[in-house]
């Protein structure tokens, strides 16, 4: 991968994210580095995006992007973890296992089935982290 390609990497995962939305758990979405208020009632899904060295796959395919695609569920405190865990659910739905994204060159494709982390407690919310491996070559 060249550096314009770890830029679509990001772009395309980062796109499907922000599709859920819409057409997943729907509730507002915070990216990274972009401005964020969260909304009032204090339930809001938190994307980072997390990039790992590349993996060497051999003389012909080369290089392998890899990393990792958090998507937290966060939920105001004292609501109870049902609810939360349902819509991790939802995420790990839209980020199925085999599921392909693509900007420019790369081909980005969710490598292996996502999972929820514990819930964890913060004074005035509860995070839920969906973790979502990748994988990324160029086409």
Same mark, same amino acid.
């Given at each position: 991968?060249?550096?314009?390609?770890?830029?679509? !990497?990001?772009?395309? /995962?980062? @796109?499907? @994210?922000?599709?859920?939305?819409?057409?997943?758990?729907?509730?507002?979405?915070?990216?990274?580095?972009?401005?964020?208020?969260?909304?009032? %009632? &204090?339930?809001?899904?938190?994307?980072?995006?997390? *990039?790992? #060295?590349? @993996?060497?796959? &051999?003389?012909? %395919?080369?290089?392998?992007? $890899?990393? /990792?695609? =958090?998507? +937290?569920?966060?939920?105001? #405190?004292?609501?109870?973890?049902?609810?939360?865990? $349902?819509?991790? =659910? $939802?995420? !790990?739905?839209?980020? %199925?296992?085999? +599921?392909?994204?693509?900007?420019? %060159?790369?081909?980005?494709?969710?490598?292996?089935?996502?999972? *929820?982390?514990?819930? !964890?407690?913060?004074?005035?919310?509860?995070?839920?982290?969906? +973790?979502?491996?990748?994988?990324?070559?160029?086409?």
């Amino acid at each position: 991968m060249v550096a314009g390609e770890a830029a679509q !990497i990001i772009d395309a /995962l980062l @796109a499907r @994210a922000a599709q859920m939305a819409s057409s997943g758990p729907s509730l507002p979405v915070s990216f990274p580095e972009v401005g964020f208020t969260p909304p009032t %009632s &204090g339930k809001y899904l938190k994307v980072d995006f997390f *990039a790992n #060295r590349p @993996a060497w796959e &051999g003389l012909s %395919s080369g290089k392998l992007a $890899q990393g /990792l695609l =958090q998507v +937290t569920v966060i939920w105001p #405190r004292g609501q109870g973890v049902v609810t939360p865990n $349902q819509i991790a =659910q $939802q995420v !790990i739905d839209y980020f %199925s296992k085999g +599921t392909i994204l693509r900007s420019g %060159s790369a081909k980005v494709t969710v490598s292996r089935e996502p999972w *929820a982390a514990t819930p !964890i407690t913060e004074d005035a919310q509860l995070s839920v982290p969906v +973790t979502i491996p990748w994988t990324a070559t160029a086409v």
